[in-house]
């Protein structure tokens, strides 16, 4: 029977300080380019919908270059089947059926989910990876 793996990726949230470092670079970079800029033009960047979230993107994409892990909040929609899911991640499925035929369901809502990245060139076989190694 297929084994459900369970990660530990519940340590520490980044910190305050930490947010308050990287705004603090970013602050640094718009005083350091503010002559490249007009005052129009900037207020209407700052009124771009997300604009927030679009300029943590990159940061985001360091942080899961870095640790091999991606972690999104999503919305759980308990009535798909599990392959449902799994497409929905529009993540490459590389796994076998018998896992996800032993997917649990949860009660849906608001959940995170955990992905992280494989490096193929480290196993003996990557097209049958065993827990171990994926614990490694």
């Not at 679009?54 to 985001?60: K, L, Y």
């Not at 990557?126 to 171990?132: A, F, L, S, V």
Request: hydrophobic residues 40%; charged residues 30%; neutral net charge.
């Amino acid at each position: 029977m297929a084994k459900i793996m369970i990660t530990s990726t519940e340590s520490k949230k980044m910190t305050d300080g930490q947010i308050e470092n990287a705004v603090n670079k970013l602050r640094d970079a718009m005083f350091k380019c503010r002559p490249e800029i007009t005052s129009d033009i900037a207020q209407q960047v700052l009124g771009v919908k997300n604009l927030g979230m679009m300029m943590f993107a990159p940061f985001r994409e360091h942080v899961e270059e870095i640790s091999n892990l991606v972690t999104r909040v999503v919305m759980v929609k308990t009535e798909r089947e599990p392959t449902e899911v799994i497409r929905a991640t529009s993540h490459k499925f590389q796994g076998n059926q018998e896992v996800v035929k032993v997917m649990p369901k949860g009660e849906g809502g608001e959940v995170k989910v955990f992905l992280f990245r494989l490096k193929l060139g480290e196993y003996v076989n990557p097209h049958c990876i065993t827990d171990d190694e994926v614990e490694s």
